[in-house]
């Protein structure tokens, strides 16, 4: 499996589709020995720390700000998914109507981690990748949701839907409070723990820690999971230190490589036994029908994302005011974005073996095999045209994260430091500064690196504060440099100046020198008595 990452990186394909590749090749090895855990220990053991850490990783802020999309993706399409394949089940393969709804509510969420993995590599624009992390992350929950009550009525040999919707209601409520109620306890718990081993020990057995406790309690342990994975998320800054906070992340993305590696070794020793049991079935007719049941799932995502997503803004003169009609080239990408992975997978596996009678799960083994070709057709024939479907559309990165971590970044340091001198800043950021500039100074910032900074500079320190800080600019090698700067009372204080470089290419020109500038911050450590370094403030110069 780790050969297929190599193969990923090398190709800019999402992983996810070398490990299904990989599980089918795996399949095809004679003599391997078929590993079957037990259903419920696939459920147990995959789903919480998968859906924890999609979670964790996704933004609140974000998900509230396209609540609409999602919602409307994460639930009536799951809705629409799982009656539209349960329909081709019954009626175009001949699964009883309670299988067939169970297949549906397998196939129907999308896979967070694919998604994820894919929207990195493709450098998307920040509200798709949001819309489809975010549709990943619910629907996960309410189909998952949908997937208890359905096996439930398999198993108990009957089903009644007002029984089903209320129980689908109570135990959704109960799994959000419920988890709620732990990413509060764990976030006390994280915030007074300094240790980085402790730490990321509590962050892998988060997803446990909610999920048991809400199925114990009858209720949605996968909600309880979501909703404690996006409390966390928000809690994050608060509760721990940089450093833990990235070595925890970087402990969670291993694991969800090496849960979903591990799931699809286990389909792929797992598929000879399964082709066995279906011997019955012609080859033609269990392609026809994993085609059939891939066709459903694409084509119902393709004819509801285009309606809702703009029908809304046509019956609604308020929202249309409010938010644009969203680009045709975005919703054409999204709605053929709907890649399937470990999580469904994850769900088949679970199938239990038996029913309440005694008797085999009627069509587990089939539903298992369309399951997998599902992921395969998804993953691998739509996956491998993402890249050349973004160059057609013409999508690209809108550099949104990158300007909010700036303005974030330059906010905490006016908001730590009573005196900060600007000394080169974009288009757009002057007007937010010049307060703390004429503050110090007594001058406006004008147009950054020019004039009135250099006024502020004592004679004597000019040229040569100026010689090296271009000297840092040319090689990109750090440096230090005291001087003295005029406050606004005209008196002179000692300064410490820091250059480094930030990025290779700064897009755009310094307006004093016309050229590129090559920095991250030009940093001004500036006293607030005659003594030298005794306070400090920073310019940051934003390319």
Partial sequence: ????????????????????????????????????????????????????????????????????????????????????????????????????????????????????????????????????????????????????????????????????????????????AIGLAVGWMISRVRWWVEDPLVETTIALLTGYAAYLPAEELGASGVIAVVVTGLYLSWQSPKMTSPRNRLQVFEVLWVMDFLLNSVLFILIGLQLSTISGELSGESPAMLVLYALLV??????????????????????????????????????????????????????????????????????????????????????????????????????????????????????????????IVW??????YNDFHNQRWYEFSGLPLGSGLGDNWRKTLHPEDQDRTWAEWQHSLATGEPSETEYRLRDHSGEYRWALGRAFRLRPECPQPSRSSGRPISLKPFNLLSGTTHSRRSGFGETVYIG
């Fill in 1 to 176: 499996m780790t050969s297929f990452v190599l193969l990923a990186s090398i190709s800019r394909v999402p992983y996810p589709v070398f490990l299904v590749v990989g599980g089918l090749a795996l399949s095809l090895v004679p003599g391997l020995p078929a590993i079957e855990l037990p259903p419920d220990l696939v459920f147990l053991i995959f789903l919480p720390p998968l859906l924890y850490s999609a979670a964790f990783f996704s933004s609140p802020r974000d998900l509230k700000a396209q609540i609409r999309p999602i919602a409307l993706l994460s639930i009536g399409l799951v809705l629409l998914t799982t009656v539209t394949v349960a329909v081709v089940g019954h009626v175009a393969i001949g699964l009883s109507w309670p299988v067939a709804f169970v297949l549906g509510v397998i196939v129907s969420p999308t896979d967070p981690v694919t998604v994820a993995s894919t929207a990195e590599r493709l450098g998307l624009p920040r509200n798709i990748i949001t819309i489809l992390e975010g549709e990943s992350l619910i629907n996960d929950g309410t189909a998952l949701a949908l997937y208890r009550t359905a096996v439930a009525a398999v198993v108990a040999g009957s089903f009644s839907i007002l029984n089903a919707g209320l129980e689908f209601v109570l135990s959704g409520i109960g799994g959000a």
């Fill in 294 to 419: 891939s066709s459903a799932v694409i084509i119902t995502r393709l004819v509801w994302t285009f309606p809702m997503a703009y029908l809304p803004h046509y019956l609604s003169r308020r929202m249309r005011e409010r938010n644009p009609f969203p680009p045709w080239r975005q919703v054409t990408f999204v709605s053929y974005a709907g890649m399937r992975g470990g999580v469904s997978l994850a769900a088949a596996l679970s199938l239990p073996l038996t029913v309440g009678s005694g008797e085999p799960f009627p069509g587990r083994d089939l539903v298992i095999f369309l399951t997998f070709c599902v992921i395969l057709v998804t993953l691998v024939l739509q996956g491998l045209n993402l890249p050349l479907l973004v160059r057609r559309l013409g999508l690209e990165d809108d550099g949104e994260e990158e300007h909010e971590e700036n303005e974030a970044r330059l906010k905490r340091i006016i908001d730590a430091v009573p005196h």
């Fill in 423 to 428: 000394s080169a800043l974009p288009d757009g």
